[in-house]
């Protein structure tokens, strides 16, 4: 049972662009939800993270926007840069379940120069 | 400061083998986590560790087990190897059970 549906697979967007990328979850009793970032042959980076209390957060040139009625967030990169070309994962975990997170499927995103 | 720390980075097994992996979490960090994540899928959770002792434990065959040692590193063990556990292994740890999340650059095994 996939938890967090993430969206699109991939997503390539120009230089100085914005990207943006969704994700749809079913469990409501999920209350963390971080975005992560992957370099090839690394393992995920924390990039951002919100819990349902707020709508949107930002941080430098990521922001999170957090939609609780309808089960959705997501993660908007403004002002793409090449070097933001990885893949993202959203995720979620509830509080109960400590730091046991359920992830999206991942977005691969290539800024173009 | 070190960031978590795995080992060994690659490993190649047979079918039928058994495998350990190995995890070091940051400095202060009491809690251990282990992902798997098949190449171009999200990493999926298999267990946790808080204080030495299993909080959670995923969607995983018993032939998955793990533990964690007085000084908070870890050990994954997989029993009869499957080609299908080839993947990235991924180790996490956070300060507590509920705090931030930070993962190591994974083992990535490969099981002929």
């Known amino acids: 049972q996939q938890q967090v549906k993430q969206s699109p697979q991939s997503l390539i967007v120009q230089k100085g662009g914005i990207s943006i990328i969704n994700c749809a979850y079913e469990?409501?009793?999920?209350?963390?939800f971080p975005w992560y970032q992957q370099f090839p042959g690394k393992g995920p980076a924390l990039l951002i993270a919100?819990?349902?209390?707020?709508s949107e957060k930002k941080e430098g040139r990521f922001t999170i926007s957090f939609n609780k009625s309808a089960k959705q967030f997501s993660l908007h990169i403004m002002d793409s840069q090449p070097g933001d070309s990885a893949t993202y994962f959203c995720?979620?975990?509830?509080?109960?379940?400590?730091?046991?997170?359920?992830f999206g499927g991942g977005t691969r995103l290539m800024v173009k120069p | 400061d070190a960031g978590v720390t795995q080992s060994p980075t690659h490993l190649i097994k047979t079918r039928g083998q058994h495998v350990t992996l190995r995890c070091s979490p940051i400095?202060?960090?009491?809690?251990v986590s282990w992902y798997q994540q098949v190449l171009g899928q999200g990493p999926q959770f298999i267990f946790q560790y808080y204080e030495k002792e299993e909080r959670g434990r995923g969607n995983f065959p018993d032939r998955f087990s793990a533990r964690q040692f007085p000084n908070y590193s870890s050990e994954l063990n997989v029993n009869a190897l499957l080609l299908g556990d080839s993947a990235l292994y991924l180790c996490?740890?956070?300060?507590?059970?509920?705090?931030?999340?930070?993962f190591g650059n994974g083992t990535r095994l490969t099981v002929t």
């Open positions: 996490a740890s956070s300060f507590e059970p509920k705090g931030q999340v930070h």
């Open positions: 995720a979620a975990s509830h509080n109960n379940a400590g730091n046991m997170l359920t």
């Open positions: 919100i819990r349902p209390d707020v």
């Open positions: 469990n409501t009793a999920f209350d963390y």
């Open positions: 400095s202060g960090h009491k809690s």
